[in-house]
Structure formats: structure tokens, C-alpha cells
């Protein structure tokens, strides 16, 4: 018998960097890392092509695994966990939901046959406290916090200042993620300011459904504005540790606790982030990074001219970003879910 068995998106074959997908295998290696043995895997990567394979597999996880993980959104969870908490009635397995983004609370608000069977989980596993605080005004008394996790090289590397400042996007390319606030903010200051201040490089895989949006959207990039393709997630820290700052202007329904904040403070690069969600939980104004009003592109101007003014706040939030990532290894975090493992 299996120890764990894992349902989530693993995508196998597409070489996927999306933040679900870069969780899940995240929390599969540490979880066969723990138990010293390979977790069942059922792959709901496939859309409605995958509904078929992830009901068969659930119930095969149940008849092998003595704990089974479900990692899915929406449409998945609305499959998988009607089947899962029906077939457990026979089975008496452990339980685990381990949510990926933030889009929880409000997608169950209204479901209320859902949400009563997520109740029979043994624990759901939410990546900020005020997700978890949501969830028990609807009645939850199984949830814990856990937030994401990657495990990345922390790195101390003296910053060397000089115009123009490099900022730079890490996260899909799609609107919701501000990519183009991202854009226009720095387009405006340059402008503003009559010479190249700040430049800006955009990393992340396009969304495959906007690929005309941004392909629209490359065609007004100055020169100090650069798409950089999909970054290697095991080396972000790397590439991060020679930029300024990391805009994360988000304003993505589904945002929870991003991977890319993440991706930052272990490079030692603070964060400018929208107010947005659960991003003040992670990003603390004036402490590792900056805050402003989401979808509010002069605010976001704003903290631009505010760095121009004092480019040396970044040597103070620096060292604060490094202790944070400290706090976002998998060893450490992922132990709140091994300690309920059976």
C-alpha cells in the first residue's frame, strides 16, 4: 500500500511553469522526500479530457493510499471531491486539500452542498490567514495555514545601483497580472523624466489565451522594456539578484500567496505589489517592499518616483527579504502537513 497518493495538476510531458503546477510538484517531492517512497499520482492536467482519468484515479488513490492529497481548482474540485468523501465511507482514508491561489472562499461561498463536503476533509491547507479567517465564518473548523513554499538558493549579493534601474515582471504573462501597468508605469516615468531610468524585463510564460493581447502589447516596447521568456523556476533567485525591484501589480481573481514574492525575497530583491487579495499579508510597505492601490497605475507611478528620490531603500529592505525567505523553505513549511500524515 501506498503511503500518499497525490491528485493535482502535474501536466506531464508539457513542461508547464504556471504557479499550480510548480506547487504541486513542489509538494510531491517533499512529500516522497518525508515518507521515503513515491506517491501515487493522478495528473487532472487535460481539462474535460482529464474528468474520466482523475474520477477512476481517485478512486484507486482511496483503495491504495493511506492518505490522499487533492490539489486541484475549481472545475476539478467540483468533480473529485464529491467522489472522494462518497467512496471514503468504505475506505476511511485521511483526507488532505491543499490549496493553490486564493480564489477558495469566494468559489464556495455559494455552494453549499461543496462546501459541506469539504468539511469532511480531515484538514484543507490555506496559504494566508486571512484565506483560512474567511473559510471559518462558513462554519470550517478544519483548516490550517500553510503558505507556499519553493526551495530555492538564498542569496546575499551586495546591489550595485546605477540608472537605468532594473525592474522586472515574474509571473504568467497575462492582463490580470498588470503586465501592462507594469509597462505603461515605467513608459510614463521615462518619459516624465526625459531619460531611461528604470528598464524593465518581462519573464513568465503568456497565457494561451492571450497570446494576441501580448503580442499587441510587445509591439508599443521601447527599447528598455524586453520580454524574456520562461525563466528556469529552480533558478529564479539567480536571475532575480541583480534587479532593483520586482513588480507584482496584480489584480488576478485567483491571487493567494504568489510564488513569485517568493522567487524575490530569496534573491534579496524587495517588491512593489498591488493592494490586491492577500498580497499585504507577504509584502509589508516600507518593510520589504512597497504597496499600492490595484489598478491604479499612478499609484504605481508613484513608488516608482518615490525610488528615484531614495534608491537606497532598497538596501534597507534587502536583509529583511532574505530573513523572510528563510521562513518559505519546503523543510519548514511542509512539515504543518507531514505532522498529519498517517
Given at each position: 500500500?501506498?503511503?500518499?497518493?497525490?491528485?493535482?495538476?502535474?501536466?506531464?510531458?508539457?513542461?508547464?511553469?504556471?504557479?499550480?503546477?510548480?506547487?504541486?510538484?513542489?509538494?510531491?517531492?517533499?512529500?516522497?522526500?518525508?515518507?521515503?517512497?513515491?506517491?501515487?499520482?493522478?495528473?487532472?492536467?487535460?481539462?474535460?479530457?482529464?474528468?474520466?482519468?482523475?474520477v477512476f484515479g481517485a478512486i484507486k488513490a482511496l483503495k491504495s493510499c493511506n492518505n490522499v492529497i487533492v490539489m486541484l481548482t475549481e472545475?476539478?474540485?467540483?468533480?473529485?471531491?464529491?467522489?472522494?468523501?462518497?467512496?471514503?465511507?468504505?475506505?476511511g482514508r485521511k483526507l488532505h486539500y491543499v490549496v493553490v491561489g486564493g480564489w477558495l472562499p469566494e468559489f464556495i461561498a455559494p455552494r453549499?452542498?461543496?462546501?459541506?463536503?469539504?468539511?469532511?476533509?480531515?484538514?484543507?491547507?490555506?496559504?494566508?490567514?486571512?484565506?483560512?479567517?474567511?473559510?471559518?465564518?462558513?462554519?470550517?473548523?478544519?483548516?490550517?495555514?500553510?503558505?507556499?513554499?519553493?526551495?530555492?538558493?538564498?542569496?546575499?549579493?551586495?546591489?550595485?545601483?546605477?540608472?537605468?534601474?532594473?525592474?522586472?515582471?515574474?509571473?504568467?504573462?497575462?492582463?490580470?497580472?498588470?503586465?501592462?501597468?507594469?509597462?505603461?508605469?515605467?513608459?510614463?516615468?521615462?518619459?516624465?523624466?526625459?531619460?531611461?531610468?528604470?528598464?524593465?524585463?518581462?519573464?513568465?510564460?503568456?497565457?494561451?489565451?492571450?497570446?494576441?493581447?501580448?503580442?499587441?502589447?510587445?509591439?508599443?516596447?521601447?527599447?528598455?522594456?524586453?520580454?524574456?521568456?520562461?525563466?528556469?523556476?529552480?533558478?529564479?533567485?539567480?536571475?532575480?539578484?541583480?534587479?532593483?525591484?520586482?513588480?507584482?501589480?496584480?489584480?488576478?481573481?485567483?491571487?493567494?500567496?504568489?510564488?513569485?514574492?517568493?522567487?524575490?525575497?530569496?534573491?534579496?530583491?524587495?517588491?512593489?505589489?498591488?493592494?490586491?487579495?492577500?498580497?499585504?499579508?507577504?509584502?509589508?510597505?516600507?518593510?520589504?517592499?512597497?504597496?499600492?492601490?490595484?489598478?491604479?497605475?499612478?499609484?504605481?507611478?508613484?513608488?516608482?518616483?518615490?525610488?528615484?528620490?531614495?534608491?537606497?531603500?532598497?538596501?534597507?529592505?534587502?536583509?529583511?527579504?532574505?530573513?523572510?525567505?528563510?521562513?518559505?523553505?519546503?523543510?519548514?513549511?511542509?512539515?504543518?502537513?507531514?505532522?498529519?500524515?498517517?
Open positions: 500500500m501506498n503511503r500518499v497518493g497525490i491528485i493535482g495538476h502535474f501536466g506531464y510531458g508539457l513542461n508547464l511553469s504556471n504557479g499550480q503546477t510548480i506547487k504541486t510538484e513542489i509538494i510531491t517531492a517533499g512529500v516522497e522526500n518525508h515518507c521515503g517512497e513515491k506517491a501515487m499520482t493522478i495528473d487532472a492536467h487535460g481539462g474535460i479530457k482529464a474528468v474520466i482519468p482523475v472545475n476539478g474540485l467540483k468533480v473529485c471531491v464529491p467522489i472522494l468523501t462518497a467512496f471514503n465511507r468504505f475506505y453549499k452542498l461543496l462546501r459541506e463536503k469539504l468539511k469532511k476533509f480531515d484538514c484543507i491547507y490555506v496559504e494566508t490567514g486571512n484565506m483560512g479567517k474567511a473559510l471559518e465564518k462558513m462554519g470550517f473548523s478544519n483548516v490550517v495555514t500553510m503558505p507556499n513554499c519553493k526551495p530555492l538558493h538564498i542569496i546575499d549579493e551586495p546591489f550595485g545601483y546605477g540608472m537605468p534601474y532594473k525592474l522586472c515582471t515574474f509571473s504568467r504573462v497575462m492582463k490580470e497580472k498588470g503586465i501592462e501597468d507594469a509597462v505603461e508605469a515605467v513608459k510614463y516615468v521615462n518619459s516624465a523624466k526625459k531619460e531611461t531610468v528604470f528598464a524593465l524585463d518581462i519573464f513568465g510564460q503568456v497565457d494561451h489565451n492571450q497570446t494576441e493581447w501580448f503580442n499587441d502589447l510587445k509591439k508599443t516596447f521601447p527599447d528598455y522594456v524586453k520580454y524574456r521568456g520562461v525563466a528556469p523556476s529552480d533558478r529564479s533567485s539567480e536571475i532575480l539578484k541583480d534587479y532593483f525591484f520586482l513588480l507584482f501589480p496584480t489584480y488576478y481573481y485567483g491571487e493567494g500567496f504568489a510564488g513569485t514574492v517568493i522567487d524575490a525575497f530569496s534573491a534579496g530583491v524587495p517588491v512593489i505589489a498591488s493592494k490586491w487579495k492577500y498580497n499585504e499579508e507577504i509584502v509589508h510597505d516600507g518593510v520589504n517592499g512597497l504597496v499600492f492601490e490595484a489598478k491604479n497605475r499612478q499609484s504605481l507611478i508613484e513608488k516608482l518616483e518615490m525610488l528615484i528620490a531614495n534608491p537606497k531603500l532598497r538596501d534597507e529592505m534587502h536583509k529583511r527579504c532574505m530573513e523572510e525567505a528563510k521562513q518559505y523553505q519546503p523543510e519548514i513549511v511542509l512539515q504543518t502537513l507531514f505532522g498529519n500524515l498517517v
